[in-house]
C-alpha cells in the first residue's frame, strides 16, 4: 500500500509527457547545419521513411519506472505503447444480428477486397468470445503489422495531426479536416505519403500544438515545418481525393484513400452499421 501511494504522489506532482520524436529543437538545429542538403543516402532515406517513434519521458518519472520495472522491461513498455493495438473489437447488437452473421459478413468483404478464400482468411483472423453479463459473443478481428511501405524518393506528402493518424493507424481513411500541410502540384489520383505531425509544448506554456499553420506548402526540402522531427514518423501511403487547393477549400470529405498502412486494420465506417 506504501509503495502504491508512493506511485500516485510521485505521478500526481510530476508531469508525465511523451512526444513522438526524441530529438531536442538543439540537437536539429545542429544537425541541419552540419547535413549538406544535396546528399541522400538509402540508409538515411529508409529511417525517415518508415515508422519508428520514440517515446520522451519526464526524466523524473522515467527514472521512477526505470526502477520500479527494470531498464529492461521499461523500454519494451515504451516501445509497446508506440504501437496500436492489432485487434479490433465488435460488440454485436443481437437485436440486429448475431455474431456468426456479423462473421460471415466480415469474411465475405475479406474475401472481395484480398481475393482469398475464406478459408485463407478465418485461420487467426476473425473470432468470438463470450464475456459474462452478455447475452452474445464479442467478435474480434485481428489486423497485421507494422508493415515496409515503399515510398517514392522523395515522396508527394502530407502532414496529418495526431488524432488524425490515431485513426489512420486504426484503419481509417484520412479525412479533410486531418490534413494541416500538403506538398505543391498536388492533384487528385497522386499517390501520397502520411507523416504525423509533431504536437511541441508551446513557448508560452499554453499546452501543446503541431505549431504548422494550415494550409502550409511542403517544398521537399530540409527547411519544411518540423522536416527532422518528422523522421520515423510516416504511417503510409495512399491516393490522393482532391488536389492541393480541393483539401483546404472544403470542410469534409476523403483526403487520401490509404492504401498501403504500416498497420493493416479494416475500416468499419458503414460496413457493419446494421449490427
Same mark, same amino acid.
Given at each position: 500500500m506504501k509503495r502504491r501511494r508512493d506511485l500516485v504522489g510521485t505521478l500526481s506532482c510530476l508531469r508525465c509527457f511523451f512526444s513522438l520524436t526524441k530529438k531536442d529543437p538543439n540537437t536539429t538545429k545542429r544537425k541541419r547545419a552540419m547535413e549538406d542538403s544535396s546528399s541522400s543516402s538509402s540508409s538515411s532515406s529508409s529511417e525517415?521513411?518508415?515508422? *519508428?517513434? &520514440?517515446? /520522451?519521458? *519526464?526524466?523524473? @518519472?522515467?527514472d521512477y519506472f526505470i526502477k520500479a520495472y527494470g531498464s529492461d522491461h521499461f523500454s519494451r513498455i515504451s516501445k509497446a505503447l508506440t504501437r496500436p493495438s492489432c485487434y479490433s473489437c465488435i460488440r454485436v447488437n443481437t437485436l440486429k444480428s448475431t455474431s456468426d452473421a456479423v462473421i460471415q459478413k466480415l469474411l465475405t468483404i475479406? =474475401? +472481395?477486397?484480398? #481475393? #482469398?478464400?475464406e478459408s485463407e482468411s478465418e485461420i487467426g483472423r476473425i473470432s468470438k468470445c463470450e464475456f459474462p453479463g452478455l447475452e452474445d459473443y464479442v467478435v474480434f478481428y485481428r489486423g497485421s503489422g507494422p508493415h @515496409? &511501405?515503399?515510398?517514392? /524518393?522523395?515522396? =508527394? +506528402?502530407i502532414i496529418v495531426s495526431r488524432k488524425c493518424a490515431e485513426a489512420v493507424l486504426r484503419g481509417a481513411q484520412v479525412y479533410v479536416p486531418g490534413v494541416i500541410a500538403c506538398s505543391a502540384h498536388v492533384e487528385k489520383g497522386d499517390v501520397i505519403a502520411v507523416s504525423v505531425g509533431v504536437e511541441q509544448p508551446a513557448l508560452d506554456g499554453g499546452g501543446w500544438g503541431i505549431g504548422i499553420t494550415r494550409g502550409t506548402v511542403l517544398l521537399g526540402f530540409k527547411t519544411d515545418p518540423y522536416y527532422f522531427e518528422r523522421n520515423g514518423l510516416y504511417i503510409g501511403q495512399g491516393t490522393a481525393m482532391m488536389s492541393r487547393a480541393g483539401m483546404f477549400r472544403v470542410s469534409e470529405g476523403i483526403a487520401v484513400d490509404m492504401s498501403n498502412r504500416v498497420y493493416e486494420l479494416p475500416s468499419f465506417h458503414g460496413i457493419v452499421n446494421s449490427v
Open positions: 525517415r521513411y518508415c515508422y *519508428n517513434p &520514440i517515446l /520522451r519521458w *519526464n526524466p523524473q @518519472v522515467e475479406i =474475401k +472481395e477486397e484480398e #481475393g #482469398g478464400s @515496409v &511501405i515503399d515510398y517514392a /524518393r522523395p515522396p =508527394k +506528402e
